[in-house]
């Protein structure tokens, strides 16, 4: 039998802010392909890109109705992306690909286009806004008020993380709809610890997330890490 030694991601219990055109780890993108075709897909890790591939979305019911990429485990090599030996991807139409950082502190952006248009034609472009029929999901681990805003239509909401008081399941996402003016359907939503809140888009939208008001556990942690000093040995003897 052999074990795994368990490793602490310790970047997830340091995010505050969360913003869904610096793709991070709590965070996944999910990007719906609604015709068949093909199309170029780009994954960014700052400025340089580390992942390149042609996605054929074809009308067969054999293929895959979703697909799931791990950004931080893509570009891990020391030349990055080798996008002379472009991935492919085959997707049934109208299916999705979920985009998710499942550890480290990078942040990531993706991009779409269509490939044999007279017109390159953009479908996606994280870095600046999410289009109308993608969704964009966010685990809070940290509990408190969140301030979540739509920055393309300035539609504000709270986002309430409370400490579990008895069993709950984490796998149960609330979500959230945006209309097509771009405002939030409901003004305030709660969740638990750990659980996610999906926000499904009607329009498009850039969305940001930050804690505002953390939960009083938080506060008293902060007060009791400003309290401790390190005290200097005695050398007067």
């Known amino acids: 039998m052999t074990t ?3 490793s ?8 505050q802010e969360f913003d869904s055109s610096n793709l991070t780890v709590l965070t996944t993108l999910i990007h719906r392909f609604a015709e068949a075709g093909s199309y170029d897909l780009f994954v960014r890790r700052g400025e340089r890109v580390v992942h390149r591939a042609t ?8 293929a895959p109705h979703q697909i799931d990429v791990d950004m931080a485990v893509l570009g891990s090599a020391e030349k990055g992306c080798e996008c002379g030996k472009r991935e492919g991807y085959t997707l049934r139409e109208g299916g999705v690909m979920c985009f998710f950082v499942s550890r480290g502190s990078a942040r990531f952006r993706v991009s779409v286009q269509q490939i044999g248009a007279k017109e390159k034609r953009t479908l996606l472009d ?18 408190g008020v969140y301030r979540v805003v739509n920055t393309e239509s300035k539609a504000e909401m709270t986002v309430e993380v409370e400490m579990p ?5 984490m796998d149960q996402p609330t979500v959230v709809e945006i209309g097509r003016t771009g405002k939030f359907g409901s003004r305030r939503a709660s969740i638990m610890l750990g659980q996610s809140v999906v926000f499904r888009c009607g329009a498009q939208a850039r969305i940001r997330l930050e804690l505002v008001k953390p939960h009083d556990i938080l506060q008293k942690r902060e007060q009791e890490k400003r309290r401790f000093t390190i005290r200097k040995p005695d050398t007067s003897d």
Request: hydrophobic share 45%.
């Open 4 to 6: 795994q030694k368990a």
């Open 8 to 15: 602490l991601n310790r970047p997830v219990f340091k995010l």
């Open 55 to 62: 996605v054929n979305v074809v009308r067969e019911t054999c």
């Open 126 to 143: 994280s870095a600046s806004s999410i289009p109308a029929g993608d969704l964009f999901a966010v685990t809070l681990v940290l509990p």
């Open 165 to 169: 008081s008895g069993p709950y399941r």
